[in-house]
């Protein structure tokens, strides 16, 4: 190696290259799906959810009466919780501050193995309502609104009105599942909430740990049967209702593995290439030890002793590679946390450990092995005598030793076709997504959420203070609309009713029609820019006293007004069931659960019209949307001043303009494209080297011949084309092959994209040319050195 030094550094990055690219890729595989769950007997740990078969809906939460069967009931858990987040403000110190607190089963920590960092954890009978005003905090919070002070144990803290003793401190890395939370309450559901009736309202998120010697399958058989019954005796909340048994670390990767493993095999082709690459350097380093085996091997050498010392030396070099690329992963891994988008799980665990370490030596072996065995086999098993008798050089050693140059060449390019097809297709699926429509205009929108506590907002008191707010934000220079919603588009919040439909049989609650229900102030759609399709909009009369009206989307329409028209029919929301509400009006779909995602049936309520107890829940946090005039970011401190006027102890959070909810909305598909699209260019890059650098080591092998040919009459243009015209025949093979690879991986990447097909004429035609033209160049540079062989030289060289 210290004999060709340009050569041996050429191969050290090549490999660096493909090694830490798969290094790094492996590093965030190895955190979020290989790695076991930070939790005590993770691999027995699972998710007990409801589903409704018959409407293909699956993994619902669970309501608390139905939650409470299921523990009495079933045998096949020996702990089993549940939790549910409620979003709070806590305020004291002179500060408010909206905080994600999550209310537990007090047996949830044992449950995990989970061990307080500092103090204790709740009690078993710390649910209840006389004992239920303790919290544990998590370590960011305790951190970072107490100072990490040891002396909090036993203070009080004031969460949404109400004052809960600090019992403990929860170890530092500590998530419950994905839950992002800052404290934990207990679960203490009233005796209103485990009504009957109650099972409707699906909340609670159950985890259970299954008894040793009871398999997934068989929790999942007995929880069923559990369901049914429940279902038989309540027909009108449970109907149709069955349960599932997820497996939690299923439930926590299960959405982010295909992209896992296509960027890994993406990563994968992009090593291939570079072993190709330099298996072609080594074959070229070969040629000039042929003489140096020959006579080894004449003076008794065992043949299979030199192939492994030539592997050897491969090996050695790939390692050496390894490292240099174990040291890019290392400075990559952290990018690609950056990169990452929020919702991705376990994406605080990424790092190099031993897995990464073992699995970078791993694949630097078998790399060294895969582009070193080849030069090594055809090295030994030159013609001895043909090299022995001329000047060191075989003929039918240059010979094959071309064709198998030519062979890594065409594997290079399809390899690279392939992923550059894949990267295409999430480019043009990407493009697409950005394209929806999302049913509002996004342009000069800030938002903003805000949750008020029930104990001091309460009642009227809750619909009274955004009232108030609104006349003052829309009072401010620059805000052409405000208005209000319970959820936001694309928000991640959601929640759905039945509804019954007046002068219709109204069955079971389970049978019922179905839609999503949002309350809304009369400015919200001229705000967010949600079309008015049929009938009106809320106005000033539509207030607290007056009769109840109701916007559909035209979805609703379509589905439950087929043919005729809706303007004036009534109906009975389940949230609602005293009041029938009137159809005043149809608005244009929003796609709120996502871009990608589908649109489904929608009520917009006045917000001065929703009862009580449902704006309370959660908080009544709502989103306050602000369509400005200039650049909506910029209002953002007056509107903050003018929420303080209104009541000093009360926050907002989640400030972003539309623009900023859009793109967090698309952040994992993008996250996949920019990673594939950087792959499939770096192997462009590689294969356009390795095509170049055979052509070039081809013409300078062939000088004297092409000497020969251009004394013999050959003009320029016919050297030209016959380099050129050698390149593009192995890229034709390449790109064929790259194609026909393409179509076979085109399952794996069906399942990560949008509105665009497997087989997109586009992006595979764009691709062919695209991988042609730059074989072309590459071809292009050693032709022309080529066409400019002096004659003479040759001749006096023969």
Excluded at 69 to 80: T, Y
Excluded at 386 to 411: C, P, Q, W
């Amino acid at each position: 190696m210290s004999k060709t030094p340009g050569l041996t550094a050429a191969a050290i990055l090549t490999l660096s290259l493909g090694i830490g690219a798969n290094s790094a890729i492996f590093s965030v595989i190895d955190a979020i799906l290989i790695r076991p769950l930070a939790y005590r007997d993770a691999g027995n740990l699972v998710l007990v959810y409801g589903d409704r078969p018959d409407k293909g809906v699956r993994r619902l939460p669970v309501a608390p009466p139905d939650f409470r069967d299921f523990a009495a009931q079933s045998r096949s858990f020996d702990q089993i919780g549940a939790f549910r987040s409620q979003p709070s403000v806590l305020t004291g110190r002179d500060l408010a501050e909206r905080v994600e607190a999550t209310a537990v089963s007090p047996s949830i920590f044992e449950l995990l193995g989970v061990k307080a960092r500092l103090g204790r954890l709740f009690a078993r009978d710390e649910d209840q309502a006389a004992k239920n005003s303790v919290a544990i905090l998590s370590d960011g919070l305790w951190r970072r609104r107490f100072g990490g002070d040891a002396g909090v144990l036993g203070s009080s803290l004031t969460l949404a009105g109400r004052s809960y003793t600090i019992i403990g401190v929860a170890p530092e890395k500590f998530r419950l599942l994905d839950n992002p939370s800052d404290l934990w309450i207990p679960y203490s559901p009233d005796p209103e909430e485990l009504a009957p009736l109650k099972r409707g309202y699906r909340s609670l998120t159950v985890i259970a740990h299954l008894r040793p010697g009871v398999t997934q399958a068989q929790a999942e058989t007995e929880i069923e049967a559990v369901a049914r019954r429940i279902a038989d005796a309540n027909p009108q909340t449970n109907a149709g209702y069955g349960a599932e048994v997820v497996p939690l670390k299923e439930q926590m990767v299960g959405d982010i593995r295909p992209t896992l493993w296509t960027l890994l095999g993406a990563v994968a082709f992009v090593l291939l290439i570079g072993c190709a690459n330099v298996a072609n350097l080594m074959l070229a380093r070969a040629g000039t030890r042929e003489k140096e085996i020959a006579v080894r091997t004449s003076l008794g050498a065992n043949p299979a002793r030199l192939i492994g010392q030539l592997l050897t030396e491969s090996v050695v070099l790939a390692v050496i590679g390894g490292l240099a690329g174990l040291l890019l992963a290392y400075w990559a891994t952290p990018a690609l946390v950056k990169l990452a988008p929020a919702n991705i799980p376990r994406a605080d665990e990424i790092s190099l450990d031993w897995r990464v370490l073992v699995f970078t030596l791993a694949i630097s072996v078998v790399t060294g092995i895969v582009f070193g065995l080849a030069p090594a086999l055809l090295t030994v098993s030159s013609d001895l005598n043909s090299i022995l008798k001329t000047s060191g050089r075989s003929t039918t050693g240059y010979r094959t030793r071309s064709r198998a140059r030519d062979a890594f060449v065409v594997s290079e390019i399809a390899a690279c076709v392939a992923l550059l097809i894949g990267a295409g297709l999430l480019i043009r699926s990407f493009e697409r997504l950005q394209d929806v429509n999302p049913g509002f205009r996004a342009d000069h929108l800030l938002t903003m959420q805000i949750s008020l506590p029930e104990t001091r907002y309460s009642g009227l008191k809750v619909a009274l203070f955004y009232q108030q707010l609104l006349e003052r934000v829309q009072a401010l220079p620059g805000v052409k609309a405000a208005g209000v919603s319970r959820f936001l588009p694309l928000g991640g919040g959601d929640a759905s009713a039945n509804f019954q439909i007046a002068g219709q049989p109204s069955g079971a609650i389970a049978d019922q029609p179905r839609a999503k229900f949002r309350a809304t102030s009369e400015a919200y759609f001229a705000a967010v820019g949600i079309p008015l399709l049929q009938g009106r909009l809320f106005d000033r009369t539509d207030g607290q006293n007056s009769p109840k009206v109701v916007i559909i989307n035209d979805l609703a329409r379509r589905r439950y007004w087929p043919n005729q028209d809706p303007i004036g029919k009534r109906i009975q929301a389940g949230f609602d069931e005293s009041n029938w509400a009137t159809i005043i009006g149809v608005v244009g779909n929003v796609r709120h659960a996502g871009l990608d995602a589908e649109i489904s049936p929608e009520t917009y309520y006045h917000y001065l019209q929703i009862p009580p107890e449902v704006m309370n829940f959660a908080e009544g946090t709502m989103a306050l949307v602000l369509r400005t005039s200039g650049d909506p970011a910029a209002l953002t401190p007056e509107v903050r001043n003018e929420l303080r006027t209104l009541d000093p102890n009360q926050p907002v959070f989640n400030v972003r303009t539309m623009a900023e909810v859009i793109s967090g909305s698309v952040a994992q598909p993008r996250f996949r494209t920019l990673l594939l699209t950087i792959f499939a260019s770096l192997a462009l890059l590689l294969a356009a080297i390795g095509l170049y650098g055979v052509m070039a080591y081809s013409v300078t092998q062939r000088v004297n011949e092409l000497g020969v040919r251009a004394a013999l009459g050959a003009q320029p243009s016919d050297i030209l084309k016959l380099v050129v015209g050698h390149g593009l025949r192995l890229a034709l093979v390449g790109i064929g092959a790259g194609v026909l690879l393409a179509l076979a991986g085109s399952r794996i990447i069906s399942r990560l994209l949008f509105g665009v097909k497997v087989i997109d004429p586009l992006t595979f035609g764009v691709t062919c040319l695209g991988m042609l033209a730059v074989s072309t160049l590459a071809c292009l540079v050693p032709a022309l050195k080529a066409t400019r062989v002096e004659p003479a030289k040759a001749l006096r060289a023969e």
